[in-house]
């Protein structure tokens, strides 16, 4: 059961312009998530996170929206760089403080054209 | 560099075999993790430790264990591996082990990892 789920397997976007990587849960008891990016033979770096209690979330070239009634979260980048090309996963928590393990989804190859 | 440690970077070995990954976290983080990612797949939680103590267990074989050291570094041990077994394995640490909504969420840091190879 894929609690979260990245339906778009890759993403290919020109330099300059927005990318937009989604992200979809089933779990409603999640309360945070969380953006990764991850280089190939490198480990996952974490890029920007957001608590449920909010929906939208902002730093740099990178915002984070969060619409819990679709459960439906979405990575914006703008404007895209060329160095943003790398697979992007989305992860999520919320075991009420017991955990923070991470759930994560398949992931999104971003491929930015120059 | 995210300051987690894992050795060794690549490890092949033959079906049956019992292999051991080792994990050394940042400086101060007490929490730490392993993951599992397979091919086309995200990653899986394996099982997280927090000061020495198993907090919590995802989706881990019988076959696999872990611990925590005093000294804070873990190891993920392997046995009776199968083809199936081949993967990169991930740890990663963080200060505290709190998340959600409720309070402030203690981010994870990712090591390099060990793709482990099984012949």
């Known amino acids: 059961d894929q609690q979260v789920k990245q339906n778009s397997p890759s993403l290919s976007v020109q330099e300059g312009r927005i990318s937009i990587l989604n992200c979809d849960y089933t779990?409603?008891?999640?309360?945070?998530f969380l953006w990764y990016k991850k280089y190939p033979a490198e480990g996952p770096t974490f890029l920007i996170s957001?608590?449920?209690?909010?929906d939208k979330n902002e730093d740099g070239r990178f915002t984070v929206f969060l619409n819990k009634s679709a459960k439906h979260l979405s990575l914006h980048i703008v404007p895209s760089q060329p160095g943003d090309s790398a697979v992007y996963f989305c992860?999520?928590?919320?075991?009420?403080?017991?955990?923070?393990?991470?759930?994560f989804g398949t992931g999104t190859l971003l491929a930015v054209q120059p | 560099d995210s300051g987690v440690t894992q050795t060794p970077k690549h490890l092949i070995t033959a079906t049956g075999q019992r292999v051991t990954l080792r994990c050394s976290p940042r400086?101060?983080?007490?929490?730490v993790y392993w993951y599992q990612q397979s091919l086309d797949q995200g990653l899986q939680f394996l099982i997280q430790?927090?000061?020495?103590?198993?907090?919590a267990k995802g989706n881990i074989l019988e076959r696999f264990s872990a611990q925590q050291f005093p000294d804070l570094h873990s190891e993920l041990n392997l046995s009776s591996l199968e083809l199936g077994d081949s993967a990169l394995y991930f740890c990663?640490?963080?200060?505290?082990?709190?998340?959600?909504?409720?309070?402030?969420?203690?981010?994870?840091?990712f090591g390099p990892g060990t793709r482990l190879t099984v012949l």
């Open positions: 990663a640490s963080s200060v505290g082990t709190s998340g959600g909504a409720g309070g402030s969420y203690n981010e994870q840091f």
């Open positions: 779990n409603s008891m999640f309360d945070y």
């Open positions: 957001i608590s449920s209690i909010k």
């Open positions: 992860a999520a928590s919320g075991y009420g403080g017991a955990t923070n393990k991470l759930i």
């Open positions: 400086s101060g983080d007490l929490s």
């Open positions: 430790y927090y000061n020495g103590e198993e907090r």
